[in-house]
């Protein structure tokens, strides 16, 4: 089976927000409520446990001569957001019940019938794209349109685009897509145009990949994202220390005490006790006393 | 306060002339930072997700870790030959914690129904997979070490305490290997700080219950001293928040000088409370804190 990716291109998106409802009809979504963000007309604001395509709303400073803007209004830069399908994932390592797996098309999918909503996902997704949904209990994210994709159909997200904004295809067919949009936005002076999918950070890579402008922070993408695993071998030895030194810390305390139980007893009036080779013979003798 | 000068008045002036004329103005006014756009950060929208866990969790970080320790110190107590009275309160506190522990964490789940999905596999690299069997063979040991007759009750009880060492340390690592800037920019600091919590709280709870033994004393001085110690380092690198300060100072400066002075009591009362609030303040930073 072949790997497969997505490659959003805010260059190309209008923001009609056709690929969040074709998400929520196809898999059932629930709806997350009636928001008033107050920022841009972005009332979606984040991905989440019941948005799993979220457009986003780059207001930018007026930019003359791209798209016919005039110098007086804003330019905007919108850009449909979604899971990442990480080539490192660190939901899919840190996750306990084995619920989120990879599949044959290299994304990374949470088997609803598995996870138990412990929600350690949450806090190990560096991209901030995983959540439990109150009401079920259950972590949620973009599925790749994993049903979809078991019969050879694209996403419905990409289906239902108008601008070919969300591409899909395979993966390898994706970057090199990537690469010829890019230098064709960088041949039309577009020169900011650029490809974010964290290739060079310890996630290795992203299935979903986006074509941005400047900063990727504006878009709410991490400069430097990383897979929660990074922090392991340093984690370990550090709980391997603090054990040792509570093993070491309690056996020479009670050794250098010898285990008695107030100072009058200690010492001169039972050096047996004192003797920690003896400590066996301790228990009962101070019984007999 | 500002002064009204001619160059401002005029500017107010024109300004109504503008609206009066035209229905609207061209000038952009002031923009506040990153609005309304936006350049290195998404309208101040937080990159990340907070933490979905309740107070069942920092809950079970502070029972646990005092149970584990306490396993511990019952097994170092019995092999140097201190009183009986604190062997048994050391293995009972490790098996009632370890009782405490399994229906803490299974609550917080959001499907507590599915909790044996947990033991479905093994995951070295998910310390949540790592913990949930460390506590599932704690609770057995721990229960274990305190049911059965004299020998298997020993071999328990040190099963119990090398499984107890994890039960201290492996929430440290838990909360630092994760995306949570404030957790895993402290990864190191963790399981040493979680270590030390769990050691002062078991040393704590076994001389509230009457083990008037030095060595608690000591353990839990010592303890106190490290985390002085881990107070002034998270100060330094400028961690900080209120619930953290109250649980730093009730776990390190004001036990330690109680210690000093002699009024051990209030000190171990002083850094129970400071464990249990200090395990609440890291998951609480973490929501806090998220960027």
Same mark, same amino acid.
Request: aromatic letters at 8%; hydrophobic letters at 45%.
């Given at each position: 089976?072949?790997?497969?990716?997505?490659?959003?291109?805010?260059?190309?998106?209008?923001?009609?927000?056709?690929?969040?409802?074709?998400?929520?009809?196809?898999?059932?979504?629930?709806?997350?409520?009636?928001?008033?963000?107050?920022?841009?007309?972005?009332? =979606?604001?984040?991905?989440?446990?019941?948005?799993?395509?979220?457009?986003?709303?780059?207001?930018?400073?007026?930019?003359?001569?791209?798209?016919?803007?005039?110098?007086?209004?804003?330019?905007?830069?919108?850009?449909?957001?979604?899971?990442?399908?990480?080539?490192?994932?660190?939901?899919?390592?840190?996750?306990?019940?084995?619920?989120?797996?990879? =599949?044959?098309?290299?994304?990374?999918?949470?088997?609803?019938?598995?996870?138990?909503?412990?929600?350690?996902?949450?806090?190990?997704?560096?991209?901030?794209?995983?959540?439990?949904?109150?009401?079920?209990?259950?972590?949620?994210?973009? =599925?790749?349109?994993?049903?979809?994709?078991?019969?050879?159909?694209?996403?419905?997200?990409?289906?239902?685009?108008?601008?070919?904004?969300?591409?899909?295809?395979?993966?390898?067919?994706?970057?090199?897509?990537?690469?010829?949009?890019?230098?064709?936005?960088?041949?039309?002076?577009?020169?900011?145009?650029?490809?974010?999918?964290?290739?060079?950070?310890?996630?290795?890579?992203?299935?979903?990949?986006?074509?941005?402008?400047?900063?990727?922070?504006?878009?709410?993408?991490?400069?430097?994202?990383?897979?929660?695993?990074?922090?392991?071998?340093?984690?370990?030895?550090?709980?391997?220390?603090?054990?040792?030194?509570?093993?070491?810390?309690?056996?020479?305390?009670?050794?250098?005490?010898?285990?008695?139980?107030?100072?009058?007893?200690?010492?001169?009036?039972?050096?047996?006790?004192?003797?920690?080779? =003896?400590?066996?013979?301790?228990?009962?003798?101070?019984?007999?006393? | 306060?500002?002064?009204?000068?001619?160059?401002?008045?005029?500017?107010?002036?024109?300004?109504?002339?503008?609206?009066?004329?035209?229905?609207?103005?061209?000038?952009?006014?002031?923009?506040?930072?990153?609005?309304?756009?936006?350049?290195?950060?998404?309208?101040?929208?937080?990159?990340?997700?907070?933490?979905?866990?309740?107070?069942?969790?920092?809950?079970?970080?502070?029972?646990?870790?005092?149970?584990?320790?306490?396993?511990?110190?019952?097994?170092?107590?019995?092999?140097?030959?201190?009183?009986?009275?604190?062997?048994?309160?050391?293995?009972?506190?490790?098996?009632?914690?370890?009782?405490?522990?399994?229906?803490?964490?299974?609550?917080?789940?959001?499907?507590?129904?599915?909790?044996?999905?947990?033991?479905?596999?093994?995951?070295?690299?998910?310390?949540?997979?790592?913990?949930?069997?460390?506590?599932?063979?704690?609770?057995?040991?721990?229960?274990?070490?305190?049911?059965?007759?004299?020998?298997?009750?020993?071999?328990?009880?040190?099963?119990?305490?090398?499984?107890?060492?994890?039960?201290?340390?492996?929430?440290?690592?838990?909360?630092?290997?994760?995306?949570?800037?404030?957790?895993?920019?402290?990864?190191?600091?963790?399981?040493?700080?979680?270590?030390?919590?769990?050691?002062?709280?078991?040393?704590?709870?076994?001389?509230?219950?009457?083990?008037?033994?030095?060595?608690?004393?000591?353990?839990?001085?010592?303890?106190?001293?490290?985390?002085?110690?881990?107070?002034?380092?998270?100060?330094?690198?400028?961690?900080?928040?209120?619930?953290?300060?109250?649980?730093?100072?009730?776990?390190?400066?004001?036990?330690?000088?109680?210690?000093?002075?002699?009024?051990?009591?209030?000190?171990?009362?002083?850094?129970?409370?400071?464990?249990?609030?200090?395990?609440?303040?890291?998951?609480?930073?973490?929501?806090?804190?998220?960027?």
């Amino acid at each position: 089976m072949a790997i497969t990716g997505f490659l959003t291109d805010s260059t190309l998106c209008i923001g009609c927000k056709a690929c969040e409802v074709a998400c929520k009809e196809w898999n059932d979504v629930p709806a997350d409520g009636f928001v008033f963000s107050g920022l841009s007309y972005d009332n =979606t604001v984040a991905l989440g446990h019941s948005t799993w395509r979220h457009v986003k709303f780059v207001e930018r400073e007026p930019v003359t001569g791209h798209g016919g803007n005039s110098p007086a209004h804003v330019t905007w830069e919108f850009s449909s957001d979604v899971c990442k399908h990480c080539e490192n994932a660190g939901c899919l390592e840190a996750c306990p019940t084995g619920s989120i797996v990879r =599949t044959e098309f290299g994304s990374v999918y949470i088997q609803p019938d598995v996870c138990n909503g412990c929600g350690y996902c949450v806090v190990t997704c560096p991209f901030g794209v995983v959540d439990r949904r109150p009401d079920d209990g259950r972590a949620f994210k973009c =599925t790749f349109c994993y049903d979809r994709q078991k019969f050879g159909e694209q996403p419905a997200c990409a289906k239902a685009c108008p601008t070919g904004s969300i591409l899909f295809g395979d993966l390898e067919a994706m970057q090199h897509a990537a690469d010829a949009r890019i230098a064709k936005l960088h041949g039309q002076g577009m020169t900011d145009a650029k490809l974010y999918d964290a290739r060079d950070t310890s996630v290795g890579g992203t299935h979903a990949m986006f074509i941005i402008r400047g900063d990727e922070r504006a878009y709410n993408l991490p400069s430097n994202p990383e897979v929660p695993t990074v922090h392991l071998r340093a984690a370990w030895t550090s709980a391997a220390i603090a054990a040792g030194a509570i093993a070491l810390g309690s056996l020479v305390a009670f050794a250098l005490t010898c285990g008695t139980a107030a100072p009058a007893v200690c010492g001169a009036a039972d050096p047996a006790a004192c003797d920690p080779s =003896t400590a066996e013979s301790a228990v009962p003798h101070r019984g007999r006393r | 306060m500002k002064v009204p000068t001619a160059t401002s008045e005029a500017q107010l002036e024109q300004l109504r002339r503008e609206a009066e004329i035209n229905g609207r103005v061209s000038r952009p006014g002031i923009h506040p930072p990153n609005a309304p756009f936006p350049t290195t950060s998404y309208y101040e929208l937080p990159l990340l997700k907070p933490p979905v866990w309740t107070w069942e969790v920092p809950a079970y970080f502070f029972v646990g870790g005092a149970g584990g320790a306490a396993a511990v110190i019952g097994v170092m107590a019995r092999v140097s030959g201190s009183s009986p009275k604190l062997v048994r309160d050391a293995r009972w506190t490790a098996a009632i914690a370890a009782g405490l522990s399994m229906p803490l964490l299974i609550a917080d789940l959001g499907r507590p129904e599915r909790f044996l999905n947990m033991l479905r596999i093994f995951k070295p690299q998910s310390p949540m997979s790592v913990g949930a069997w460390i506590v599932a063979a704690f609770g057995g040991a721990s229960t274990a070490a305190v049911l059965f007759p004299r020998k298997l009750a020993d071999i328990s009880a040190f099963a119990s305490a090398a499984l107890g060492l994890g039960m201290s340390t492996y929430t440290g690592v838990l909360l630092g290997a994760t995306a949570i800037p404030v957790w895993s920019e402290n990864v190191k600091t963790l399981p040493l700080h979680f270590g030390a919590s769990a050691l002062a709280s078991a040393a704590s709870a076994l001389e509230l219950m009457g083990n008037k033994e030095k060595a608690l004393h000591g353990l839990a001085l010592g303890a106190a001293a490290f985390e002085t110690y881990i107070g002034f380092e998270l100060e330094r690198k400028g961690v900080k928040t209120d619930l953290l300060l109250l649980g730093g100072i009730l776990s390190g400066p004001l036990p330690l000088a109680l210690r000093l002075l002699g009024v051990r009591r209030v000190a171990a009362a002083a850094q129970l409370a400071g464990s249990l609030i200090t395990r609440f303040a890291w998951v609480q930073a973490a929501k806090e804190s998220r960027k």
